[in-house]
């Protein structure tokens, strides 16, 4: 069942993809923490900047797992409107949940960049990178946030994903890569032989090299 090794397995093949197609990019935006493995041999394949683009689940009343969509660290945010339904959520429960996840997820770009926000954006032309799309919450939110910042260009890069996750995501972004999208796919780290926790040091360390 296993398609990778480990995270830097997957990114360095999913920089030979994306150099095989010809894409060019100014900067790779990975999400954090997992991403930062995958994104650092694409950015160095690339030739282009290496940041973060942060975004949080928001979770279900009871359920925190079940995601009712997410919440980029400047406010962007992407509801599931089927899930939600399904739930019963309330206004005020999506809104007391988006904002307390909204500054969770500021914070933790905070950790990760010198300076406050995300890296100016305007005109560039941006490769998102996750280690693998199941639902795509987190990921939508990252690409409306990118799109919000005045992109030029968005392209997802993912080793891995959900067909329905990756095609819904079209919609979000100039085009989506994903190496692999198996029909019968239930979870991202069913796909690497190693998928360990990556820590907030060690991702760090990836945008430091």
């Known amino acids: ?26 900067i790779v935006l990975g ?35 079940l995601a009712l969509g997410a919440v980029a660290s400047d ?19 999506l809104e007391d949940v988006r904002e307390a996840e909204a500054e969770n997820a500021r914070q933790k770009a905070d950790r990760y960049r010198e300076t406050p926000g995300l890296a100016p954006l305007e005109g560039k032309r941006v490769v998102v990178v996750d ?6 919450a987190t990921a939508r939110a990252c690409l409306r946030q990118v799109r919000a910042a005045g992109a030029g260009s968005v392209v997802l890069a993912v080793p891995v994903g959900s067909p329905r996750s ?23 780290g069913q796909y690497y032989r ?9 991702a760090i360390a990836y945008l430091e090299r």
């Open 131 to 136: 280690d693998g799309v199941a639902t795509g």
């Open 166 to 188: 990756v095609e819904e995501l079209e919609g979000d972004a100039d085009d989506v890569v994903a190496l692999e999208t198996p029909a019968d796919f239930r979870a991202v």
């Open 194 to 202: 190693d998928f360990g926790q990556v820590t907030d040091e060690d």
């Open 75 to 93: 406010g962007t945010v992407w509801y599931n409107d089927g899930l939600v339904d399904r739930v019963g959520a309330s206004a005020g429960y």
């Open 1 to 26: 069942m296993s398609t990778f090794d480990d995270r830097t397995d997957a990114g360095e093949r999913l920089a030979n993809d994306l150099e095989r197609r010809g894409l060019e990019a100014d």
């Open 31 to 65: 999400i954090p923490r997992g991403a930062l493995p995958v994104a650092r041999p694409v950015a160095d394949a690339l030739e282009a900047d290496l940041d973060v683009v942060v975004a949080r689940k928001l979770g279900a009343p009871e359920n925190p797992e």
